[in-house]
DNA sequence: CGCACCCCCTGCCGGC
DNA sequence: TGCCGGCAGGGGGTGC
């Protein structure tokens, strides 16, 4: 579920944690993606979260003695910011209490997450992703430069975290809508419009679906509790044989690297 | 190098 | 009504 517009507004919905201490941790299921480390996430207790940054799909809480603390929601993931005490509830995974009476409640059915305590130098995941995806950093040259090394399928491309991280497979499919480009073209014979097309509608993409509140597909909410309404714009994303909005075509689905792919024959090439 | 295919795990939906 | 297969926003690994 969370690419990045989601854990955008994760990240929003918590901007009330900076300032607070850790006061306290508790894990109680720690098979996630890989096994939570209680001991060594314990050792964050008494640190203040100084800041709260997001690289791609990751969250990231900056602690005051310069370590970070990192989460990854996989496909099923949120985090509740919560006021008070908080009972167990089904998937939660860790509770992590702040000062103020606040605490995040970690829940994961599918437990595909992430949580790591450590310096930011040594975090392995963060340190193979490319740009943020809203970064400065990546521009429509380095997209360009990207896809003339590489011969996948374009929308492979932008799924590769380590060219650019934050496009998962709604916003994969929806910006390549919006190029006019199918998700199966070879990348390297994109011309350099199009590639500068592509990087435009694939910005344009995640702020609009930042602005809704990110996509609710089966049951995404914010740290408040609050569903997103993206999924209400989706142009081609799991509109199989639904009209195509531009030019009333059928809307197409097909199988990229294990993941399904939605277009529009008449609208992308 | 790139992909097809597997895994991790739970939940939901459609077909029978 | 119930069961079963397929599929789902993630990432990682293998072997061809």
């Given at each position: 579920?969370?690419?990045?517009?989601?854990?955008?507004?994760?990240?929003?919905?918590?901007?009330?944690s900076v300032g607070r201490h850790i006061v306290d941790i508790e894990v109680r299921e720690s098979r996630l993606r890989k096994p939570v480390d209680a001991m060594r996430?314990?050792?964050?207790?008494?640190?203040?979260?100084?800041?709260?940054?997001?690289?791609?799909?990751?969250?990231?809480?900056?602690?005051?003695?310069?370590?970070?603390?990192?989460?990854?929601?996989?496909?099923?993931?949120?985090v509740r910011l919560v006021k008070g005490a908080w009972a167990w509830d089904r998937h939660d995974h860790v509770q992590l209490v702040?000062?103020?009476?606040?605490?995040?409640?970690?829940?994961?059915?599918?437990?595909?997450?992430?949580?790591?305590?450590?310096?930011?130098?040594?975090?392995?995941?963060?340190?193979?992703?490319?740009?943020?995806?809203?970064?400065?950093?990546?521009?429509?040259?380095?997209?360009?430069?990207a896809t003339r090394r590489s011969k996948r399928a374009v929308k492979n491309v932008l799924l590769d975290q380590r060219v650019v991280a934050g496009v998962g497979n709604i916003y994969a499919n929806e910006a390549l809508f919006l190029a006019g480009i199918r998700p199966s073209r070879a990348a390297h014979r994109l011309s350099r419009p199009a590639v500068a097309r592509l990087h435009e509608a694939l910005r344009a993409t995640l702020?609009?679906?930042?602005?809704?509140?990110?996509?609710?597909?089966?049951?995404?909410?914010?740290?408040?509790?609050?569903?997103?309404?993206?999924?209400?714009?989706?142009?081609?994303?799991d509109r199989c044989g639904e009209p195509c909005l531009q030019c009333g075509g059928t809307i197409r689905r097909a199988v990229h690297a294990g993941r399904s792919s939605f277009y529009c024959p008449r609208c992308q090439h």
């Open positions: 579920m969370p690419e990045l517009p989601e854990v955008e507004v994760i990240r929003q919905s918590l901007a009330d996430l314990r050792s964050s207790i008494g640190q203040q979260i100084v800041g709260l940054d997001r690289k791609g799909k990751y969250l990231i809480a900056r602690l005051s003695d310069h370590r970070i603390l990192v989460l990854h929601f996989g496909m099923s993931g949120t702040l000062d103020g009476d606040l605490r995040w409640v970690l829940n994961d059915p599918r437990r595909f997450g992430l949580l790591w305590v450590g310096s930011e130098s040594e975090a392995p995941e963060l340190s193979r992703l490319g740009p943020d995806a809203l970064s400065a950093e990546f521009t429509a040259p380095m997209l360009f430069g702020r609009e679906a930042i602005a809704a509140g990110g996509s609710s597909i089966a049951d995404f909410r914010d740290g408040r509790g609050r569903t997103g309404y993206f999924q209400l714009q989706f142009r081609v994303y």
